[in-house]
């Protein structure tokens, strides 16, 4: 079936430093994947970060970065320099642009910025 | 203002009792949805409501029910709940497709 493996957490980095979280899908049942970032920020639900729905292209959103890779089924998020308020939890999903109703959720992961 | 609704936000119950879960949407999305997290665990999809009494079973339906009279409410229904049924549920909505789900906060449940 399809699946999303992202990097476990928790992850912590302190402020201004880089970030990393590492993405990878598979599509099994589906033909065109969506890829997507979901953040959780505390007492919250989850809200769209970015989202990339061509291979080869890349989202970015309130500092941070994904390129949509298919010869790697990646879809990585990246950020230069965190901040504090950045400490969230970070989902990767996986949706089909013909059958668009269902997303694919990775386990998330926990970022702790450090101030 | 976009906003999904659940409540209640914390809630505990024991064995055997039946639980309702609530859910609400002011953004006249059509499809709603319905999942649950846990620990080490992604989100799972529980069930899809593509409109008013157009439901879909997801990946883990069983030992859950849902109901939706009206487009703007979506409620989750565990008829005896099962201890490992304790979770966090989370409720979700969309316009059409699934390309941005608008999520509520979500649904602490123990089950003792």
């Known amino acids: 079936g399809d699946s999303v493996t992202q990097t476990e957490g928790p992850v912590t980095v302190s402020e201004s430093e880089s970030l990393i979280i590492n993405c990878t899908y598979s599509?099994?049942?589906?033909?065109?994947?969506?890829l997507f970032w979901y953040v959780r920020y505390p007492g919250e639900g989850l809200q769209l970060l970015l989202k990339v729905i061509t291979a080869g292209q890349k989202g970015s959103s309130r500092g941070f970065e994904a390129t949509y890779n298919k010869e790697t089924t990646s879809f990585h998020l990246q950020k230069a320099s965190v901040q504090e308020s950045d400490s969230a939890v970070y989902y990767c999903?996986?949706?089909?642009?013909?059958?668009?109703?269902?997303?694919?959720f990775g386990t998330g992961t926990s970022l702790l910025v450090d101030p | 203002d976009m906003k999904v609704t659940q409540m209640p936000r914390y809630l505990i119950k024991r064995m055997g009792e039946n639980v309702l879960l609530e859910c609400g949407q002011d953004?006249?999305?059509?499809?709603m949805y319905w999942y649950r997290q846990d620990p080490g665990l992604g989100l799972q999809l529980i069930y899809i409501?593509?409109?008013?009494?157009?439901?879909s079973e997801g990946d883990i339906p069983k030992g859950y029910r849902v109901s939706r009279k009206k487009r703007e409410h979506f409620s989750l229904i565990l008829d005896s709940a099962k201890t490992n049924q304790t979770s966090v549920y989370f409720c979700?909505?969309?316009?059409?497709?699934?390309?941005?789900?608008?999520f509520g906060s979500g649904t602490r449940l123990t089950v003792l």
């Open positions: 953004m006249s999305h059509e499809t």
């Open positions: 999903a996986l949706g089909d642009r013909n059958m668009g109703y269902k997303l694919t």
């Open positions: 409501s593509y409109d008013v009494d157009s439901n």
């Open positions: 979700a909505s969309t316009l059409g497709s699934a390309e941005t789900l608008y």
């Open positions: 599509a099994t049942s589906i033909a065109y994947p969506n």
